[in-house]
């Protein structure tokens, strides 16, 4: 039976996750929407072009015109949102009117919960929704629970990501691999943790940790938001600690915290001159198109940490991904491991794998097939399992 695949927001990621349906989906059919037909007509031929068949077809769309979406909506099984995160809610009330199955890339905790409120709607129009199946959220959380699927108790994890240059130039080290909105976004606000078997904050920017990487030396990592989502919800009474932190070269936390720190990122208006500006606002528009400038190639390292006990002893496992930019179909790893991932569980939702109603991402898919799936698709992730022999 053929399924309908539509990909809404035929950019980076869009791309790459209809390229990955293509590739593993059973006999799909992708439709390419987006706001440009001519971006959705390149991102269709791109794909074409790189499995040698003619799979997917361009379509415009307008996500935020109900009547435009709900024409696109209706001809699709299940749609993937790679649009800005706050489209997300208004896309799945529109999914469930036309009875279409919807996983999203998240990006933002509060925005998520609101997807995820329509749980009864969806349930009554046998429609799944599954939001944060990117790459943090998403990906990342697949570690967790596949650390907690394969000890007898887990007590403590801890997830770390980073997508970053292969040549990085100071003085940030940094390359913008998705929207300035979304990056300031999780250097921003305070994110979700679960320490001693309760829910806390934790603010962005801090903690920092020195981190090393076999391909990359030594690194930080620091607390940013929506990383964990609503995992330490969904994992609390099942793991006592849980915990997400961005990795990048020493010394960015630094420089980014004097923005936070300083008011760039307010969102009050002030008067500049007469005129009424938002400060964040601002800074995305001017900050960003300058860290556009800088082209590289990108890499990605994802590193899951969980302790625990298995067959009586203390066990440690520990998972590493470390990923670059394909030479063969030009996918960055940003795309890979962010529209891969989100192929993989929309393809468990077509398969009729996931329930109905607006599904918690950690609740859709064990964290041990999706690690399975992702190496199918040439991703090298390495585990180690140590386990310490207690003598009494």
């Known amino acids: 039976m053929q399924n309908t695949f539509a990909i809404l927001g035929s950019g980076m990621q869009g791309t790459a996750a209809a390229y990955d349906i293509a590739k593993f989906a059973d006999d799909p059919q992708v439709l390419m929407g987006d706001m440009s037909l001519e971006q959705a007509t390149k991102s269709a031929n791109r794909v074409n072009q790189l499995v040698g068949k003619e799979i997917c077809v361009p379509r415009q769309v307008d996500a935020m015109n109900e009547e435009s979406l709900s024409a696109f909506l209706h001809e699709a099984d299940i749609v993937i949102s790679c649009v800005p995160y706050w489209m997300h809610p208004h896309i799945a009330k529109v999914a469930i009117d036309?009875?279409?199955?919807?996983?999203?890339?998240?990006?933002?905790t509060d925005i998520t919960m609101k997807t995820l409120a329509l749980?009864?709607?969806?349930?009554?129009?046998?429609?799944?929704?599954?939001p944060d199946t990117g790459l943090a959220p998403g990906l990342v959380n697949n570690l967790g629970l596949y650390m907690i699927e394969n000890m007898e108790k887990c007590d403590s994890?801890?997830?770390?990501?980073?997508?970053?240059p292969q040549n990085p130039k100071p003085p940030f080290n940094y390359k913008l691999t998705f929207n300035m909105e979304g990056l300031v976004t999780e250097y921003d606000y305070e994110a979700i943790v679960l320490r001693n078997g309760e829910i806390a904050t934790v603010p962005t920017l801090t903690e920092v940790e020195d981190l090393h990487i076999k391909q990359l030396g030594d690194m930080e990592a620091f607390v940013t938001s929506g990383g964990t989502s609503t995992a330490p919800h969904t994992l609390k009474g099942k793991v006592t600690n849980y915990e997400y932190k961005t990795i990048r070269f020493p010394g960015h936390a630094h420089l980014m915290k004097i923005f936070k720190d300083f008011g760039f990122w307010n969102e009050n208006k002030i008067n500049v001159k007469g005129t009424e500006v938002v400060p964040k606002d601002v800074f995305n528009a001017t900050f960003g198109p300058e860290l556009e400038k800088f082209v590289d190639q990108d890499l990605c390292a994802?590193?899951?940490?969980?302790?625990?006990?298995?067959?009586g002893q203390p066990t440690r496992i520990q998972i590493d991904i470390f990923d670059?930019?394909?030479?063969?179909?030009?996918?960055?790893?940003?795309?890979?491991l962010t529209g891969f991932s989100t192929s993989i569980i929309a393809q468990e939702v077509v398969q009729g794998n996931v329930e109905k109603g607006a599904v918690r991402y950690e609740n859709a898919m064990r964290?041990?097939?999706?690690?399975?799936?992702?190496?199918?698709?040439?991703?090298?992730i390495q585990i180690q399992k140590t386990t310490e022999t207690v003598f009494n």
């Not at 036309?98 to 933002?108: F, H």
């Not at 964290?367 to 090298?380: A, P, W």
Request: charged share 30%.
């Open 98 to 108: 036309t009875i279409t199955d919807m996983v999203d890339l998240g990006g933002n």
């Open 119 to 130: 749980d009864q709607a969806a349930k009554d129009a046998e429609v799944t929704l599954v």
């Open 157 to 164: 994890i801890k997830l770390y990501c980073g997508v970053l």
């Open 302 to 311: 994802v590193r899951g940490v969980g302790v625990g006990t298995d067959n």
């Open 324 to 336: 670059k930019q394909c030479p063969d179909t030009g996918f960055t790893s940003m795309e890979r």
């Open 367 to 380: 964290g041990t097939d999706f690690l399975k799936e992702l190496h199918r698709r040439g991703i090298d």
